[in-house]
């Protein structure tokens, strides 16, 4: 059973009902951290199998214990539940029924795959060298779903239960060639952090600035001050983006407001560099403020943190990769993506990784990416998915299986 192509067999043989519940999942999309419907379908989809369930109450958060044949650690698959808020429009004809809110992120997809991988390791329960948690998680878009489940006691699970030793997640890629399997070791994706700068002078008549404390030019300088920040005083090896995306100033011609606003994003890749640019961000604004005579309000909102593998999870998930798929599709990326992900607070507290699964669309040569209001993905590569899913759960334990008996 535990042989790759077995694996695959098994989860080929789950496909039609995992794209079933994937279609149901994408049509009826729900938001942040309440989604009674997803859970529903997803405790449904769970019903006969040999699982310990517990329902997080602040969320809509469930954690499934599969407890393995024989004694040892356990380890986490994490699958997040929850859709964008943004309209959809492709022509599926099973597209989204809510007005204002798509599955464009194929969380529908990760959690049809974590619903199918339950049911294959389900299967071969008796060869797994301790438990398996399968985490299904909401508000990963914004929301730090994963960081609520944390707090709630996601990895506290008293005497009788087996520590989590590792975690892993997968996320699609409409990019990335159907069934491809790819990451990285270290930083995967970014870290994401909010900022917002209010910038306060003295308005009046536009014909005479000089008796005013305009806070428009002031706003300008601070944007192109922003970027020469960047590029001055972050290390272009350890890199950062900031971009300011929002500028918000007055309402006519002939009047100078009183102030002005601007928003803009921060992404690192390490937390030095993110530290760095934070303290940088709010200095450059207060000081190019001050020097016209205005003053700066800076806030800063932080988002997830960088999302970094540990090594040697990473390692196994592309030996995983290549055992099950063949080299060709187990890619090494050879950079982060600055997306984030709220999957970084599991990797704070235990070891473990994430991966891309491509989910390129048939003939797609230019697919539309994640967060787009005409994402699609593969349905194929569900099964691969699966299959991903439970080889590394038994390759994860049966390996800290070896470390545990090499260290007695
Ligand atoms: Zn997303
Ligand atoms: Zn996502």
């Given at each position: 059973m535990t042989a790759p192509s077995d694996l695959l067999d098994a989860a080929r043989k789950l496909q039609p009902r995992l794209v079933d519940l994937r279609r149901r999942i994408h049509a009826e999309p729900e938001l942040g951290l309440e989604l009674p419907e997803t859970r529903r379908k997803v405790l449904a989809a769970l019903e006969g199998l040999p699982l310990e369930i517990r329902l997080h109450e602040g969320t809509s958060g469930v954690v499934a214990r599969l407890r393995g044949g024989r004694p040892g650690p356990a380890v986490l698959l994490r699958g997040d539940m929850d859709a964008l808020p943004m309209p959809e429009d492709t022509e599926l004809p099973f597209r989204s029924k809510r007005p204002g809110a798509m599955h464009a992120c194929g969380h529908d997809a990760h959690t049809a795959m974590l619903v199918g991988a339950a049911h294959l390791l389900a299967q071969c329960r008796?060869?797994?060298a301790g438990d398996v948690l399968f985490m299904f998680q909401p508000g990963e878009e914004g929301q730090a779903g994963a960081l609520r489940m944390l707090e709630e006691g996601?990895?506290?699970?008293?005497?009788?239960a087996p520590a989590v030793a590792a975690a892993f997640a997968l996320h699609v890629a409409?990019?990335?060639?159907?069934g491809a399997i790819a990451t990285r070791p270290g930083a995967l994706m970014a870290s994401a952090d909010v900022f917002e700068i209010e910038l306060r002078g003295r308005g009046g008549h536009a014909s005479m600035p000089h008796d005013c404390l305009d806070p428009l030019p002031a706003a300008c300088e601070i944007v192109q001050a922003l970027q020469t920040f960047v590029t001055r005083r972050i290390p272009a090896t350890d890199p950062v983006v900031l971009t300011v995306t929002r500028l918000q100033a007055g309402t006519t011609s002939n009047v100078i407001p009183e102030s002005a606003q601007l928003t803009g994003t921060l992404r690192a890749l390490s937390e030095r560099s993110r530290q760095q640019a934070q303290q940088g961000l709010a200095q450059v604004a207060e000081g190019v403020a001050r020097a016209h005579g205005v003053e700066a309000k800076f806030q800063l909102l932080p988002g997830y943190p960088v999302t970094v593998n540990h090594e040697p999870m990473a390692a196994l998930l592309l030996e995983v990769g290549r055992q099950l798929l063949g080299e060709p599709s187990a890619i090494q990326l050879p950079s982060p993506v600055m997306g984030a992900e709220d999957f970084s607070y599991l990797l704070q507290k235990v070891p473990g990784a994430m991966a891309f699964l491509g989910v390129r669309p048939?003939?797609?040569?230019?697919p539309a990416p994640c967060h787009s209001n005409r994402m699609q993905l593969n349905e194929d590569a569900l099964p691969w998915g699966v299959a991903f899913h439970a080889a590394v759960a038994l390759h994860a334990l049966g390996q800290l299986a070896a470390g545990s008996r090499a260290a007695r």
């Open positions: 008796e060869e797994l996601l990895l506290e699970e008293g005497e009788e409409p990019q990335l060639p159907c048939p003939g797609a040569s230019d």
